[in-house]
């Protein structure tokens, strides 16, 4: 759909209809992510960093840093929750949800 501007500012479609447009303040979206001294990740917040981060709100390197994750931490959850869903991201499922090799190494490293 085309859109041309009239002088005070509105948007019409070609056919003449008037057109909403929505401007997205990245403040305003930041503010609707976990706040960065999250201690407690739950599932939802988990999936909320992975999407910012899917959609360009944060850069990876950003979300790493506000939330204070490594790499490879965030990878596992972007990871779990492209093989999994949400449900995937759950601590207590993290040991069903992880290859076996993965699995063993970590028990050995205890």
């Known amino acids: 759909m085309s859109q041309n501007t009239a002088k005070n500012g509105a948007?019409?479609?070609v056919d003449?209809?008037?057109?909403?447009?929505?401007?997205?303040?990245?403040?305003?979206?930041?503010?609707?992510?976990p706040p960065p001294d999250?201690?407690?990740?739950?599932?939802?917040?988990k999936?909320?960093?992975?999407?910012?981060v899917r959609s360009g709100l944060l850069?990876?390197?950003?979300?790493?840093?506000?939330?204070?994750?490594?790499?490879?931490?965030f990878h596992s959850w972007m990871n779990l929750?492209?093989?999994?869903?949400?449900?995937?991201?759950?601590?207590t499922r993290m040991q069903e949800y992880r290859p076996a090799d993965e699995r063993h190494h970590g028990a050995a490293a205890e």
């Open 11 to 13: 948007a019409f479609s």
């Open 38 to 45: 999250t201690e407690r990740w739950v599932t939802r917040r």
């Open 47 to 52: 999936a909320q960093v992975v999407a910012a």
């Open 59 to 73: 850069t990876f390197e950003e979300a790493c840093e506000r939330y204070r994750l490594s790499d490879e931490e």
């Open 16 to 33: 003449g209809e008037q057109v909403k447009i929505v401007r997205i303040s990245r403040d305003k979206e930041l503010g609707k992510l």
């Open 81 to 91: 929750l492209d093989r999994h869903g949400v449900r995937g991201l759950r601590a």
